[in-house]
């Protein structure tokens, strides 16, 4: 045995994808060098935001070390349980900005839509994956069932990103299956007649206001459009090099509002320009390339599904947050990931690597 | 259900499916990628010259810095109007969330009223957006404290030290110099027609009357700026640039503060008016009119119970001055002589029987002399010395109202005397046309017959006179009255008013000096009516008194002052100049109701000649003298 194989098999032993590692690292570095700009050199914040970080990579390790087929027996508790919470929440939740997400546990307030992140991926995966692939209508059907219960309950809270994000990343592991394409061409065409319907009764005047304001947002200048005026403000006036670290006026004189969070995208923007931005990109296409890749080495239907699905998700993050602080996408609060401040996204998504991670290690292993 | 699924999977059909869609997958995530950075790339790059200049619109404001206000001074230099620091409560109003509340909440603090905040909430409504408004001004040092320590809970709400106008002789120049106040919406409309708004944009006060509003432009200077870096709720982080603003212009004037407190005194607590003019260069001396009032009341917002007082039938609001509508009376005679002698009517030696009274022919009614016996035999001289009345009844009534209506505008009554102050009258100079336009009836032989002697239609403002006497004693030469003489910006000085009006020309130069001895007499001569006055004088006087009827005597009875109601009571009025043979000064004065013009009017004038040629030597009579 060479000592890299030697060096290999212990990463392999620790269920570590070494080079997934090394990117998500660095992306938290360049979390906490944007986050200690956004909030104003807070140092106070910055601890927070790092003890989370390391929270969330010990999360993942601990993931990790589950092994798929474990995954398997947990998953119809995990999305029982999630289901049960979600009803839980609409009946005694907490309200907190006009939505009620939270459920409050007593030492702790936990927000079951994030369980349900990772919940219902796996209980679709798990579903589809019993069965041959491309999957049957009848496993279609109820593979769509499983997605949509939770995606409706959450979008009742209301919480519109969240539900997106939920119901994606059931919808791509039914994708990643092999549904037919003449089966996707017609839900497609479903989903985009159901929009008016949906535009009418199924929307809170609130998300209406953000998508009329996305079509234009110049109309309001100091009510809802401000955000996103600002946020283009922000990232136009960065230009290709950007106005440096710490140095954007936008942010650092607070023009930009929930610039740690939603709109950290915008503080990267003007202070690295677009320099900076394809950077980013580059290290998320590089996790995403990964990640598919993982899933496509997997050995069984199960982890391929799970890991695609959660890597294809992962993206839907970025294209949703990044279009929508660019102007491209109304504004639906979800937070870039691995880059915003907050500590429930961030634990979930590095909870989702380490579940890829076990996916990947748990292949090799076999292979020995 | 006949086909049934082979129970057997095909894992690598099944891995070779997956792999394609994932790869599908990935290459729809780089179309959306691609998507996303063309969008980027707009931004960026082609906009982002237009994001750059919204950016710095954000973050860069520019804040107007108020010019400071040119201070007044009198001809000795003495400052009549100055600005001193002050403390005030502002308010930007869209800085505060809820202004009610906070106001509210601030007025537990600091004392404002209820009628106060709601007259602030009514003002804000009328002025430019982001700019602080004055709540309370002029706090003291307790109040200043208070606020103070409590100041973060009143966003939006700050004390501002500013320059606030001070009068520090209070009443006894706000005629003159008026005052400044707060600036309203409609003063701002105007502004902005003239293109000033923005020379305003900082500026608090305007001056709202006398000089403060004539010389408004000299006065205010020119807007500064500076451009700062703000954050998103309007505080500053730093100054980036500095336009320092240019303070307005000094002013001296042509008053003499001494000669004005004197003139002040000698009224006591009689309504009137009086004008001191430097006979060389028409130059206002002293200009008061009483009552008065303090000036530093209407700075800070006068209240109403101080504003009502000022409402009261002495009308000091008035400035007697220059709008105060006086018969002129027996002060315009020497005037009349000078056109009796150009038109011929009479000559320096013919006399006339003065009998007390003087009648048209075939006409009952009787014009009394206010010397109920009459003068017997006057010449020109005499008449103008004991203001005989029925020299110039007989005088005026073969002249006829067209030529003295002609003549006397030369003089300038009947037009504004174009002293530099805007709160001025024309009075009446009455001619045919006036009478027909005003009463819709032809002009009256017998109306004619009063004006003779400066009464009937005829009124007169004290600046007026004083003009007129100007011209005659100076022989014809104009010299327009004027307050101010000199504007100073840093170094630069610039002489204003130094302007000449055309001269009054006679055809026989002559009829001057008949009308100038015969005033010297009227003080000299023992039979003069303003020679107890001036007994004992250090220079040598001339002068003309006057009494004014203000209500007009039935036929047949006599004046009798005891009877009438003060209001109705004549009006004293004097005119002089000195020294005779030189003039250096001319006194108009006015005093309502009080009788005789040689027994107040002329010792009020011998006060205040006395008090300038203490103070100023007599010029050796050049070659003015024939």
């Known amino acids: ?368 | 259900m006949l086909k049934r699924r082979p129970t057997i999977r095909d894992h690598s059909a099944e891995a070779n499916l997956f792999a394609r869609r994932a790869f599908v997958g990935f290459i729809f995530i780089l179309a959306l990628v691609a998507i996303l950075l063309s969008n980027l790339y707009t931004i960026q790059v082609d906009d982002h010259q237009d994001y750059q200049t919204r950016s710095n619109d954000n973050r860069i404001k520019v804040i107007p810095i108020a010019p400071n206000r040119g201070l007044i001074y009198d001809r000795n230099g003495v400052l009549l109007a100055e600005n001193k620091p002050v403390y005030n409560l502002e308010v930007i109003p869209e800085e505060v969330d809820d202004l009610t509340a906070s106001l509210k909440s601030v007025s537990k603090i600091i004392d404002i009223t209820e009628q106060q905040q709601a007259d602030f909430l009514d003002d804000i409504k009328h002025t430019r957006r982001f700019k602080s408004q004055v709540l309370k001004a002029r706090l003291n040092e307790n109040e200043v404290a208070m606020f103070s320590v409590n100041q973060h809970k009143f966003p939006g709400f700050s004390i501002e030290a500013r320059l606030a106008r001070y009068y520090p002789f209070g009443d006894t120049l706000t005629h003159a110099l008026g005052y400044v106040a707060k600036l309203n919406k409609k003063e701002l409309n105007k502004l902005e027609q003239q293109d000033e708004a923005t020379n305003y944009r900082a500026t608090h006060d305007i001056g709202k009357l006398g000089i403060e509003k004539y010389y408004e432009p000299l006065l205010h200077g020119q807007v500064g700026s500076q451009r700062v870096e703000v954050n998103n709720r309007g505080r500053i982080i730093r100054t980036l640039s500095m336009d320092p603003p240019q303070p307005g212009d000094d002013l001296v004037l042509t008053l003499d503060i001494g000669l004005q407190q004197i003139a002040q005194h000698s009224l006591k607590d009689m309504r009137g008016a009086i004008v001191v003019m430097d006979a060389k260069d028409g130059g206002v001396l002293a200009l008061y009119s009483n009552p008065s009032y303090d000036p530093n009341l209407f700075v800070h917002g006068i209240s109403s119970k101080d504003y009502k007082a000022l409402l009261n039938p002495d009308r000091p609001l008035i400035n007697r001055t220059t709008q105060g509508r006086y018969a002129p009376a027996s002060t315009i005679k020497p005037h009349m002589a000078i056109l009796a002698l150009e038109e011929n009517i009479v000559q320096e030696t013919t006399t006339m029987w003065d009998p007390g009274f003087f009648q048209i022919p075939n006409v009952e009614h009787r014009w009394r002399d206010w010397r109920r016996w009459g003068h017997g035999h006057v010449d020109v001289y005499k008449a103008i010395e004991e203001s005989c009345d029925t020299y110039f009844y007989d005088a005026a009534y073969r002249m006829g109202i067209t030529k003295i209506s002609n003549f006397m505008a030369r003089f300038g009554f009947g037009e504004l005397s174009g002293i530099d102050i805007h709160e001025e009258t024309t009075a009446i100079l009455p001619s045919k046309e006036w009478k027909e336009d005003r009463f819709k009836e032809s002009w009256w032989r017998g109306d004619t017959i009063s004006v003779g002697i400066g009464q009937g239609y005829w009124t007169a403002t004290p600046i007026q006179i004083a003009n007129a006497t100007n011209i005659l004693v100076n022989r014809g030469i104009n010299h327009p009255p004027h307050l101010v003489q000199v504007a100073k910006k840093e170094d630069q000085i610039t002489q204003l008013n130094n302007e000449e009006k055309p001269p009054v020309v006679l055809n026989n130069e002559d009829n001057w000096r008949i009308a100038i001895d015969a005033m010297h007499n009227t003080v000299k001569k023992t039979t003069g009516t303003a020679h107890r006055a001036f007994k004992g004088a250090t220079y040598d006087p001339a002068g003309k008194t006057g009494t004014a009827q203000v209500v007009s005597i039935a036929q047949g009875e006599r004046y009798d002052a005891d009877a009438l109601k003060e209001r109705q009571r004549d009006n004293a009025i004097y005119v002089g100049f000195a020294p005779y043979n030189n003039p250096q000064i001319i006194v108009s004065i006015v005093v309502e109701n009080t009788g005789g013009g040689s027994s107040v009017g002329a010792p009020i004038a011998r006060q205040l000649m006395d008090y300038y040629f203490a103070a100023n030597p007599i010029q050796s009579s050049g070659s003015k003298v024939p």
């Not at chain 1, 993931?63 to 119809?76: E, G, H, N, S």
């Not at chain 1, 929440?89 to 079951?112: C, M, N």
């Not at chain 1, 496993?139 to 539900?163: N, R, W, Y």
């Open chain 1, 1 to 368: 045995m060479t000592a890299l194989h030697n060096k290999r098999s212990i990463w392999l032993r620790l269920h570590i994808d070494l080079p997934l590692l090394i990117a998500l690292l660095l992306m938290m570095a360049g979390s906490i060098t944007i986050v200690y700009s956004a909030s104003g050199q807070d140092s106070a914040m910055m601890i927070r935001h790092i003890t989370r970080m390391a929270g969330a990579i010990i999360g993942m390790f601990v993931l990790a070390q589950i092994p798929p087929t474990t995954l398997k027996r947990l998953v119809i508790p995990m999305y029982c349980l999630g289901l049960l919470m979600l009803v839980g929440v609409l009946l005694f939740g907490v309200s907190s900005k006009g939505a009620q997400r939270w459920l409050d546990l007593g030492i702790t307030r936990f927000q079951p839509s994030e369980l349900m992140k990772l919940a219902v991926p796996m209980m679709v995966a798990w579903y589809i994956g019993r069965n041959h692939l491309p999957p049957r209508p009848l496993h279609l059907i109820i593979g769509f069932a499983i997605v949509m219960l939770p995606t409706l309950l959450i979008k009742e809270q209301p919480d519109l990103g969240t539900s997106i994000l939920i119901a994606s990343s059931g919808v791509f592991v039914l994708f990643l299956s092999g549904l037919s394409w003449r089966l996707i061409g017609f839900l497609s065409s479903i989903v985009a007649l159901a929009a008016w319907p949906f535009w009418h009764y199924g929307m809170h005047d609130y998300q209406k206001q953000r998508v009329l304001t996305f079509l234009d947002p110049e109309s309001d200048p100091l009510g809802s459009g401000y955000h996103i005026i600002q946020s283009k403000i922000a990232i136009g006036s960065g230009g290709i090099e950007g106005k440096g670290w710490l140095q954007g006026t936008q942010s650092q004189l607070e023009f930009l509002p929930e610039r740690h969070t939603d709109f950290i995208f915008s503080v990267l923007s003007e202070e690295f320009g677009l320099f900076g931005v394809c950077i980013l990109l580059s290290l998320y296409l590089f996790i995403i390339g990964r990640g598919l890749f993982i899933a496509v080495n997997a050995q069984e239907a199960f982890g391929k599904l799970l890991a695609g699905s959660l890597t294809l998700t992962f993206f839907v993050y970025i294209f949703v947050n990044i279009g929508m602080v660019s102007g491209l996408l109304p504004v639906v609060g979800v937070p870039l990931p691995l880059i915003s401040y907050g500590g429930t996204s961030m634990v979930t998504l590095m909870a989702a690597f380490g579940i890829i991670m076990s996916i990947a290690t748990d292949k090799r292993m076999l292979l020995k």
